[in-house]
């Protein structure tokens, strides 16, 4: 039976899927504004193509479905039928069924249709009344359960440019992609992923035949020197011929092998853009499905809502664009459940009835930018305050001390919501929580901002691609390292007498304010420079984040420089202040820096300059007792850091789990506390990897967190806890007494 073919089922689903993409866009276009017949041609031909497919695959339950569904639209083009409500919702309904029929497995597909072919058949009448009333002018008889009561539409706006005009990634990827008139092809990812590796390393090897090329230069011109020298002062005329010869090959050969190294160059270099821009797809192919959401719930939510989509056509790597479904599909059903309010409230407010919801993509600054806004109810920050101190979760002196962004970062733990109501589409605190991880998982950050009564804006920052990186070469101690452009403020050169030194921190004037200024020698742990203060002319490369600015002094500023990046080795870890490597032209190896490291890094070497500790004279025999604490939130840090210094520990703080892995594989602690969720690696990570280093395997661990489910208390006792505790304890004495049930009491004050 040609039906039982894997392959052509295989076949059938992609072009199901395509079709049905057509299908919903079509639909709702139509359903929002009539249609003209060049409109509805697209959608009879999608139909029927569907219907043909079907059939070769002998799957006549599709076949039934779509021949109705292809007359509807017919009639609708040919002006006899005009599309309602009503019957969007059944032809969106009837695609919702084909589409997850086909998601059955090849051998059990066949008998999953018989078993539901009275499903298939009540579609087929559906349909088939609802063209029979339509064609008759009655109302529409439809007993489907699905169908929920007519109320105001969603208008679905696409603003995006052509793919000429978007922004591309640092990398430029050209648009090499085939012409529409070409068939596609199907390729496995891992076949795509080596192409683009074996490409990278031809580009790399193209790069260095153009320096072998340059380097025989200085040859040619000692010959040339040689040349001129003989023939002024020798009569040996076959020595001066052999020479005259020597040279016309060494020219004729030099020739070729600069235009063999030119011609490769050119070719590698395409080659390498073609196999990047192949894992680069449009933001609108990870995007086709939330029209059809956005609709279907405001209509089960009795809302108007137009929603915008900006940057459809803006490059994502398909990893990245497969991630992206889950978060947006959760922040959607926020912004519309939460944010957006009912046309009567928008109209009380003096808003327009529709609620603006805004979808974007764009590149800023390297990196992916998502935007989810709405002009809805905005976050009540009071409300949110009074429900995280119910909860016991923080003080209520605490609560009123928290900032705006500290404030909105309760909103994604999990069982936390502001909604009194619980409904199938939000209410029970879930969903952000998955939003957060997802993010952090594929190496990004989320951002929350809000204005009462003016609405909500959810960012999500991730990377574009990895592949490629436009960097800033250094030299720091004589060795090779490279900085993300994407993540520095900018390089200069400054005059050394300009730097001023306060308090034992050193600094400079600059348009932005005073900047501090630190030794990359330092911040790497590599020997200091003996030298007298800052002499000299000083080579600086500016970064920042959060309102902190840092000079970071290099010895030499080199140039910028694309490299193509290979990630290290998983049996290292994470190497303190070094992200990734690559190779230069020569072939030698670029360390790539971690800028959110070296951050961190500068934030305790200013920390410990401004906030000297005075330490009191010990005897011997006392033990200073060393605590990391490891939290994201700047004032749990500080809360943690005065309860252990007044119950007389020394503590050492890190801003997430790679701050303080970095600062476990450099220092030495007696004890850690650390947060559970924390980007670019949270708690339960830090705990599995301190278990797993032989050195650290001993060392005591307390997880403090706001999550007090008993699974959340289970995984992180699995994971190597020793004590699990929530974040009510900081106001009683419980994270004192878990810490001095496993390492002794501190020294007294």
């Not at 073919?5 to 076949?11: E, H, N, Q, R, V």
């Not at 990630?567 to 072939?587: C, F, Q, T």
Request: charged letters at 25%; glycine letters at 8%.
């Amino acid at each position: 039976m040609i039906g039982g073919d894997a392959f052509l089922l295989g076949l059938f689903r992609e072009e199901l899927s395509n079709h049905s993409a057509v299908l919903t866009e079509g639909l709702l276009t139509l359903e929002r504004g009539g249609g003209s017949p060049q409109a509805i041609e697209p959608l009879m031909r999608a139909a029927h193509s569907i219907k043909g497919a079907a059939r070769v695959v002998d799957l006549d339950a599709i076949v039934s479905m779509a021949h109705v569904m292809e007359d509807i639209l017919v009639a609708a083009g040919g002006g006899g039928l005009k599309m309602d409500a009503v019957g969007t919702d059944l032809l969106l309904g009837a695609l919702d069924w084909m589409v997850g029929a086909v998601e059955t497995d090849d051998e059990a597909l066949f008998g999953w249709m018989t078993d539901h072919a009275d499903e298939a058949a009540q579609w087929v009448d559906r349909l088939g009344q609802y063209f029979t009333d339509s064609k008759a002018s009655k109302a529409p008889s439809v007993e489907s359960s699905k169908a929920p009561p007519p109320v105001p539409l969603v208008t679905v706006a696409v603003l995006s440019k052509g793919l000429e005009d978007t922004p591309q990634p640092e990398h430029s990827v050209p648009a090499l992609a085939p012409e529409p008139s070409d068939p596609p092809i199907r390729i496995a990812a891992e076949t795509l992923s080596q192409i683009l590796a074996f490409s990278a390393d031809l580009l790399l090897e193209s790069r260095r035949l153009e320096n072998l090329c340059r380097g025989l230069q200085p040859l040619k011109r000692l010959q040339r020197h040689l040349k001129t020298q003989l023939q002024s002062q020798s009569d040996d005329s076959l020595l001066k011929q052999g020479l005259h010869e020597q040279w016309e090959v060494m020219e004729q050969h030099d020739a070729s092998l600069q235009h063999l190294s030119s011609r490769m160059n050119f070719l590698a270099d395409r080659l390498h853009n073609l196999a990047l821009h192949g894992r680069m797809r449009p933001f609108s192919e990870g995007i086709q499905g939330f029209p059809r959401l956005v609709r279907d719930l405001a209509r089960q939510l009795e809302k108007s809502v137009e929603l915008d989509i900006e940057g459809a056509q803006t490059l994502i790597d398909r990893d990245i664009l497969t991630r992206l479904d889950a978060p947006i599909n959760h922040l959607l059903r926020n912004a519309l459940d939460h944010g957006l309010e009912t046309a009567e409230e928008r109209k009380a407010s003096g808003k327009a009835a529709a609620g603006q919801l805004r979808l974007s993509a764009r590149h800023r600054s390297g990196r992916l930018l998502i935007a989810i806004s709405d002009d809805g109810r905005g976050i009540d920050a009071d409300m949110l305050r009074l429900k995280i101190v119910q909860k016991g979760l923080v003080t209520e002196a605490m609560a009123e001390a928290l900032s705006d962004a500290e404030l909105f970062d309760f909103l994604f733990l999990p069982g936390l919501t502001t909604r009194d109501a619980v409904s199938e589409i939000s209410g029970r605190g879930v969903g952000l929580d998955v939003v957060q991880s997802m993010v952090h998982a594929s190496g990004g950050a989320i951002k929350v901002s809000s204005k009462p009564g003016l609405g909500t804006r959810f960012e999500l920052l991730l990377p574009v691609t990895r592949s490629v990186m436009r960097t800033l070469r250094v030299t720091i101690a004589g060795q090779a390292f490279a900085l993300p452009l994407s993540r520095i403020d900018r390089a200069e050169r400054l005059d050394g007498r300009c730097v001023e030194c306060l308090e034992g921190l050193y600094y400079f004037a600059a348009a932005e304010g005073n900047v501090a200024l630190v030794s990359a020698r330092r911040l790497l742990g590599l020997a200091e420079e003996d030298r007298e203060g800052h002499q000299g002319v000083l080579a600086l490369v500016l970064f920042s984040a959060e309102g902190r600015q840092y000079a970071m002094e290099v010895e030499q500023l080199v140039g910028e420089t694309d490299l193509v990046v290979r990630p290290l080795d998983r049996r290292l870890g994470k190497v303190p202040h070094i992200n990734a490597v690559a190779l230069d032209a020569e072939g030698y190896p670029v360390l790539i820096l971690d800028v959110e490291d070296l951050i961190r890094s500068a934030d305790r070497l200013s920390g410990q300059v401004q906030r000297p500790k005075r330490r009191s004279p010990l005897t011997a025999i006392q033990k200073i007792l060393r605590i990391l604490v490891v939290d994201d939130s700047l004032t749990v840090r500080e809360v943690e850091r005065k309860l252990l210094e007044n119950g007389g520990y020394e503590v050492a703080i890190a801003v997430d789990g790679v701050d303080g892995w970095n600062q476990l594989i450099e220092q030495t602690f007696d004890l850690v506390v650390t947060d559970v969720d924390m980007p670019r690696m949270n708690g339960i990570e830090l705990v599995t990897r301190i278990r797993a280093e032989p050195r650290l395997e001993a060392l005591p661990i307390i997880i403090v967190s706001y999550k007090d489910r008993e699974e959340d208390r289970q995984r992180g006792m699995q994971a190597g806890a020793d004590a699990y505790l929530t974040k009510s304890s900081f106001h009683d004495a419980g994270l004192i007494e878990a810490v001095r049930d496993l390492i002794g009491a501190g020294r007294p004050s």
